[in-house]
């Protein structure tokens, strides 16, 4: 029962970077990047907290969106 607040935790981040990216990643791509960055977190930390996995998707999103602005 302790795992529900963090997964609704996790699909809100989500939610909220697909939206912040809408226009520039799909997605799946936004869905990628949460899933690396709570993957590096644990192996890191050994705990993903939200609003870590937050912080480094939305870095991740950033990189390469300056990534595609600079390609086009």
Known sequence: ???LPEIDAYAQVETTLRIEFA???PAETVTRC???ARH???EVTGHAHPGLVERI???HLQ???AVVADQE
């Open 1 to 3: 029962m302790d795992q």
């Open 23 to 25: 226009g520039i990643h």
């Open 34 to 36: 949460m899933d690396a």
């Open 40 to 42: 590096g977190a644990m």
């Open 57 to 59: 998707a939305r870095k």
């Open 63 to 65: 990189v390469l969106a």
